[in-house]
Structure formats: C-alpha cells, structure tokens
C-alpha cells in the first residue's frame, strides 16, 4: 500500500473519529457513535477515498491493514477529544444543562473523572490502547467485507479481454 494513501486514510479516520465524539457528547446518541467507531470507521473512511477517486481497486489483505489503521486512529481521536469534552460537561452540568437540556445526565462520566486523576492516568492510556486495539480488529474485518462488496459491483473496465481457458 503506498504511504500517500495510509496518510490521507489516517487523516480522514482522525476526523471522523472527532466527529463522533462530537456526536457522543448527546446522551441518546451514545450507543451508535459506539456502534459507528467499532464497525463503520473502515467502511466510511474507504468509501469516501473511492468515492473522491483517491484509492483504486484494494486487494484484501491491503484492505484489513487500511481498515486496522482506520479503526485505530478513529478510536485515539474519539478518546482524545470526546474525554476532555465529558469532564467539561460533567465539570460545568449545572450550567450546559440550562443551555443544552439534552446533554443532561452523564451516567458514564462519573468513573471516568477518577480514571483520569494522576494516579490512575496510565491505567486510562492502557484501556484506551486496548480499545483502540479491538476497534481495529473490527474495522479491518468490515473494512474487507466493503472490499469485497466493492469488487462485486465494479465495472470492469473495457480494454480487458477475458481469457477463457478449457481443459481438455
């Protein structure tokens, strides 16, 4: 795999990643943000550069090392701005319920403000590796189906003859 297109899939899956930690900030979208970073990173981050014409055909296993480094960087980003963005909320709830009533009521932001305290800092960091570990096992698993799915559907292109071979 050329190290232009590992980039710009890094770049993309940073994005991504803070945009689901944006949208991880609302309550009742909590499950498909988790739902979204575990399986659809990969997919997503793929389909937008074949879309944009900046990766052509993929073979599977060029796929599942695209789709494991999607997940991964997906996930570190989501941590690194959905943590800062809870401990915010949770630090001023009083006042960002007034102003957004709908972000009430962080039930998973009351352990994570005593992971995050000096003593237990590198027991976070090792949880977020280990997630962001998982989530590129499953986006490298989704990331080959999209492959797949994708060769199934493309075009082949006309200059290509087809060679039919016969055994006798």
Do not use: R
């Not at 900046?54 to 989501?78: D, R």
């Not at 709830?93 to 995050?116: R, T």
């Not at 989704?142 to 492959?147: H, K, N, Q």
């Not at 199934?152 to 006309?158: A, L, T």
Request: hydrophobic share 55%; with cysteine.
């Amino acid at each position: 795999m050329n190290t232009l297109i590992a980039k710009q899939a890094v770049l993309y899956s940073l994005i991504f990643g803070a945009a689901l930690a944006l949208f991880g900030s609302f309550n009742f979208l909590i499950g498909l943000v988790a739902f979204a970073l575990a399986l659809l990173c990969a997919p997503a981050v793929i389909l937008f550069m074949k879309k944009t014409n900046k990766i052509g055909f993929l073979e599977s296993q060029q796929a599942a090392a695209l789709g494991g480094l999607c997940g991964f960087c997906a996930t570190i980003s989501f941590f690194l701005i959905f943590t800062p963005l809870t401990l915010i909320f949770t630090k001023f709830a009083p006042l960002v319920n007034k102003i957004l009533p709908f972000i009430s009521g962080y039930h998973y932001a009351y352990g994570l403000q005593y992971i995050v305290t000096f003593d237990s800092l590198w027991l976070f960091f090792i949880i977020v590796i280990m997630i962001a570990g998982v989530g590129a096992l499953t986006n490298s698993t989704t990331a080959m189906g999209t492959v797949f799915l994708l060769a199934q559907f493309e075009q082949k292109p006309k200059d290509i003859e087809e060679i039919d071979i016969h055994i006798e």
